[in-house]
């Protein structure tokens, strides 16, 4: 099982004001927190944060078949190493192995229950208007849609 | 409040986050935010927190949990109001 979310930064930036009193604190811990309020760009952190938890929620959520809205129960851990962001996602007993890719225009997140299967995994990130039409027909591991991107792993 | 009136003050909540304008007018019990009315998973924590705003309650981790549908929220909206005016 695969997982992966992208978040369009430029929509981000007018959809949601995570600095709206409160707001941190319904999605992110107390460590995530800090990660934020220490970064040197906050507003990559939240959406890196936040990135990994909806790829790692939709592992969960098919394994399991809960559907919820707990953000707060998914923890993440970042481990950077060069280029690549790489980070752990945890709920209940479960952990989910997560890679990040930041782009000026985008944040994408890729996971898998296996730290092995990461680099294995296949993506393919269209921007509008080049969607194809048909692009359920090849079978993505999961997609995700935000903004002008379109995000498919395999 | 009654459930209808909950309901007509959740659509009004709920309507700048959604883009799905006849389902947003069709509003009923069984509609999902995010497959109903394609709200994104961000804006949902915003819906959470004008519904406090708005009714003058607190939403724990564990009722945000369960709102992903006008039936679910409707009740914990209910349920803290009740507990509220007691």
């Known amino acids: 099982m695969l ?43 939240v959406w890196l944060l936040w990135s990994m938890k909806e790829s790692a929620y939709k592992i969960y959520n098919r394994k ?28 209940d007993n479960d952990t989910y192995f997560t890679k990040s890719d930041i782009q000026l225009q985008y944040i994408h997140t890729i996971a898998a229950p296996i730290y092995g299967k990461l680099e294995k995994i296949k993506v393919t990130i269209y921007q509008s208007p080049n969607h194809p039409g048909d692009y359920r027909s090849t079978k993505p591991g999961c997609v995700s849609h935000h903004g002008q991107y379109l995000a498919l792993v395999y | 409040m009654n459930k209808e009136e909950i309901i ?55 009722s945000m949990a369960k709102m992903l549908t006008v039936k679910a929220t409707t009740e914990i909206i209910a349920q803290k109001l009740e507990a509220n005016a007691g």
């Open chain 1, 3 to 45: 997982g992966n979310d992208i978040v369009d930064l430029d929509l981000a930036k007018i959809q949601s004001n995570w600095r709206r009193k409160n707001y941190l604190d319904k999605i992110f811990t107390t460590e995530e927190q800090l990660l934020i309020s220490s970064a040197k760009r906050p507003d990559e952190m």
């Open chain 1, 64 to 91: 399991t078949g809960i559907r919820n809205f707990a953000p707060k129960s998914l923890n993440c851990t970042i481990y950077p190493n060069n280029d690549q962001i790489k980070g752990t996602v945890s709920i």
């Open chain 2, 8 to 62: 007509e003050a959740l659509k009004t909540i709920v309507e700048p986050y959604s883009e799905e304008v006849s389902a947003i007018a069709n509003i009923d019990e069984n509609t999902d935010f995010i497959n109903d009315l394609k709200i994104n998973s961000a804006n949902l924590v915003d819906i959470v927190l004008d519904i406090e705003e708005k009714f003058n309650i607190e939403i724990d981790n564990d």
